[in-house]
């Protein structure tokens, strides 16, 4: 009998942990990161939702107007190690949430004091840190997975479909 209750006790933790391996998940954990010339390190820790034939906009997120998570599952997080400025406006060293909007052409970059939630259902405007705008582009190529680049430059990259949406951190 103590055997049997070892066994079914063994076998529901192992199910249990399983369940947290975050890259079994449609939309897997990635991860950006780059130190840029100013010396500060920008990481960007997100999930990677894929299009799988769908209309960004329409069948997708984001959706026209409303804020995203800029990913999937947990919210996306931008962490920076020192003081920068993203588009030329002033942000603190510290962890964020990056969510957006999307209006047209014109994106909406929201750097959020809290980082730790899930998608954007707790999301704040008050909590905002800083907003900027930027125009988005059609990329080169398109991307199937959601994918965040970061330059030395300091130039970030949000690609997804056929949309690039570009901000500038120095």
């Keep these: ?35 840029i010339e100013s010396g500060a390190a920008i990481t960007i820790d997100y999930s990677q939702p894929s299009v799988k034939g769908r209309t960004i906009g329409k069948d997708l997120e984001p959706m026209e107007g409303k804020v995203w998570r800029a990913g999937a599952n947990e919210a996306t997080v931008f ?34 004091k809290t980082w730790q939630q899930w998608g954007s259902y707790n999301y704040k405007e008050a909590d905002d840190a800083l907003r900027v705008k930027v125009k988005a582009k059609k990329a080169d190529s398109f991307s199937e997975k959601l994918t965040y680049k970061v330059e030395k430059d300091g130039d970030v990259n949000l690609l997804w479909g056929d949309k690039k949406v570009e901000f500038k951190v120095k």
């Design 79 to 112: 962490e920076v190690s020192k003081d920068v400025k993203v588009e030329d406006k002033a942000l603190p060293a510290g962890k964020y949430g990056l969510f957006t909007i999307m209006n047209g052409d014109e994106w909406t970059i929201i750097f959020n």
């Design 1 to 35: 009998m103590k055997q049997l209750l070892f066994s079914a006790v063994l076998l529901i933790s192992l199910v249990a942990c399983g369940q947290d391996d975050k890259s079994k998940r449609p939309s897997p954990p990635a991860k950006a990161t780059a130190t």
